[in-house]
């Protein structure tokens, strides 16, 4: 979208440079001296985008509000919108502020992208745990394998506050092992392949905790920018990449101090021609080499970033028009990445840098991380699609032929599979605007069917087995308030975690199986013969 | 007055559905599920959130602030607005939701 540039008065960059020094109004550029736009920034930013451009929530701004009246908009914004992710600002904000912010949000455009640079970024680093030798050699809690650590994001009411924290759970005796703040809501949580004691907590504000899983305290943490959900680690736990909304770029940080190291510009040419400057979608490390993929959302790109001197980029152009999340198979040397507006999976061969396929997937295929399971001399991969349209189905795909096997029919939109290689079922979660959010289904891995649904409660999404594949954790969001916990095999329900607004649910069992679905076990032997099959 | 008419609105189509043969509780859950727990929590309220919680409150009680908030004799614009719609079962049945729950 075009942004739009304008003349600053000097009273205006004096406040601006005031302004700047307080790292979370840094984007709350004052047009009148008013507080408003710093209201905006604390209190909506992280869902509607510090730039007014959306983010998890609509964009909000002149554009998007045109015509709309100011009285809907301020009760909305004070009873909330019902199941959704907004809340009630009442009683939390004066009347005034609702009105003043409504007022404001209708009047100003979307914001051009702010510059927050390298210097920006090393500034931001904090230094919790200065020396890491002080820390424990092993937990200091009881556990028998640290892959039973299975981390949620807590989102909070507010997604932001006391609510908003990760929370790590034992996934053998369901009890919660550690609870870190993270500021506004924790969005997504990556844990270091190579050592086990380190988890890595990215929320909707950017920021980005280094957490030591043993002790259970954030040890570092940096502001990588102003919105952006993607995070990847390095398959030796070296490198972070973490990429933006706002602005559009990408960091590579080193994982020990957080310090950046680079930062890239997310801009290229799309498929169709065009020159634009880019949202990033997924970033991913894989077990396969030493590299980070990251998919260009607007730009339809995917860029596969060595990690050797210079960080060099190898850019693969054409893989999809909007593309967004992807996963992993063959000992993660393919790729597959989804692309929104064709309703399209494209796989990418990550040893040659090139696509090797586009497969046909539902209406807006979002992966969620995606499953690939070994069925009958198969490897079957997942993909979610989260449109509601005529066809709403679960794509599988055949990934040694790169072949459509089945369109799974389902009750709804999905956003996200689970699989296990030890269980029977891959869980796929309804996300229909009504009481289908309620559900998560699940689709026999022989007969390609679904054959049970669950009425979990609240906004049920974000399905994940525990590492050893006995439990199947599910998160009842928005306003169920509680991740509920099944058996895998009966499907019974046997436990349920409180904790407010609930959202993504990751297993250390990943950094072992590396796509949900695989055992570990196939991955090493892949491993050994270079992904080549 | 009613400055919130339009969230009336907004939430009587919620509101208004019929529990079909369900427990009385179960009725109460659907609806604190639908509209109540927006603000109140479906066990408590946010942490961070300004709203009195309801669970395990006296029954009594319970009924008659939904009744007192529906009639308009205690006023809050919003509980105001979200009571009116309430038919005389729809309180018994909520009440009976929120009165019922254990606070852990």
Redesign the interface.
């Known amino acids: 979208m075009k942004t739009i540039k304008r003349n600053l008065s000097p009273a205006t960059l004096t406040r601006l440079a005031a302004a700047l020094l307080l790292p979370f109004s840094a984007f709350a550029a004052p047009t009148d001296g008013s507080k408003i736009p710093a209201l905006y920034q604390e209190n909506c930013a992280s869902c509607h985008g510090a730039d007014l451009g959306g983010f998890i929530a609509p964009a909000l701004n002149a554009d998007t509000l045109k015509g709309r009246s100011l009285?809907?908009l301020r009760?909305l914004t004070?009873?909330?919108s019902?199941?959704t992710l907004m809340?009630?600002f009442?009683?939390?904000l004066a009347d005034d502020d609702i009105r003043g912010l409504v007022s404001y949000l209708k009047a100003t455009p979307k914001q051009a992208n702010p510059a927050w640079t390298l210097e920006d970024i090393k500034a931001s680093v904090k230094v919790y745990v200065k020396d890491e030798s002080t820390l424990p050699a092993k937990p200091t809690y009881q556990i028998d394998d640290i892959n039973n650590i299975i981390g949620v994001a807590a989102r909070?009411?507010?997604g932001?506050?006391?609510?908003s924290k990760a929370v790590f759970i034992n996934s053998v005796t369901h009890q919660v092992i550690g609870e870190i703040p993270t500021g506004t809501a924790a969005h997504i949580i990556d844990y270091d392949p190579a050592n086990p004691r380190w988890a890595y907590v990215k929320n909707d504000s950017a920021e980005l905790f280094k957490i030591d899983l043993y002790s259970m305290q954030i040890v570092r943490s940096v502001k990588t920018g102003f919105n952006g959900p993607s995070l990847g680690v390095s398959r030796d736990g070296k490198y972070i990449m973490a990429g933006s909304y706002v602005p559009h770029n990408a960091v590579i940080l080193d994982a020990n101090t957080l310090e950046p190291l680079k930062t890239f510009e997310l801009e290229g040419i799309d498929p169709d021609g065009k020159q634009v400057s880019s949202d990033s979608g997924m970033i991913i490390g894989t077990p396969f080499a030493d590299i980070f993929a990251i998919a260009l959302e607007n730009a339809g790109q995917v860029w596969v970033v060595d990690l050797k001197e210079g960080f060099p980029v190898t850019r693969i152009e054409n893989v999809g028009r909007h593309l967004h999340d992807a996963f992993l198979s063959h000992g993660g040397s393919k790729l597959m990445v989804a692309s929104y507006d064709d309703s399209i999976v494209t796989a990418i061969d990550l040893k040659d840098r090139k696509i090797i396929k586009k497969l046909e997937a539902g209406c807006v295929p979002h992966v969620g991380g995606g499953s690939v399971v070994e069925v009958d001399g198969r490897t079957l991969g997942f993909g979610t699609n989260f449109g509601d349209c005529d066809k709403m189905v679960v794509s599988v795909w055949d990934l040694d032929k790169m072949e459509v096997v089945k369109q799974v029919p389902v009750s709804g939109g999905t956003e996200s599979p689970a699989a296990h290689a030890n269980a029977p079922y891959v869980a796929v979660d309804i996300i229909s605007k009504d009481r289908r959010a309620r559900t998560v289904q699940l689709i026999d891995k022989k007969s390609l069917e679904v054959v049970k649904t669950l009425d979990v409660?609240?906004h049920a999404y974000f399905p994940e087995y525990s590492a050893d594949g006995k439990f199947l954790y599910i998160s009842a969001g928005y306003?169920?308030?509680e991740v509920v916990v099944y058996d895998s095999n009966s499907l019974e329900k046997i436990a349920s975690i409180?904790m407010?607004s609930p959202a993504g649910i990751f297993s250390h069992g990943r950094v072992r199986y590396m796509t949900r679905g695989l055992s570990p076990d196939e991955l090493t032997k892949r491993d050994g013969d270079k992904g080549a099959k | 007055m009613n400055r919130l008419a339009l969230l009336s609105a907004l939430t009587l189509g919620l509101l208004s559905f019929n529990p079909v043969n369900a427990a009385v509780i179960y009725a109460g859950k659907e609806k604190a599920i639908a509209v109540c727990s927006h603000c109140h929590g479906m066990i408590k309220p946010s942490v961070d959130a300004p709203f009195p919680s309801l669970a395990g409150r006296d029954l009594t009680y319970l009924k008659s602030a939904l009744a007192q908030y529906r009639d308009k004799t205690r006023k809050n614009d919003l509980m105001n607005a979200l009571a009116g719609s309430l038919t005389d079962n729809d309180i018994s049945n909520i009440a009976a939701y929120y009165a019922g729950l254990k606070i852990k």
């Open positions: 009285t809907s009760t004070m009873a909330g019902f199941d809340p009630p009442y009683g939390r909070g009411k507010y932001r506050g006391e609510g409660g609240g306003n169920g308030d409180a407010e």
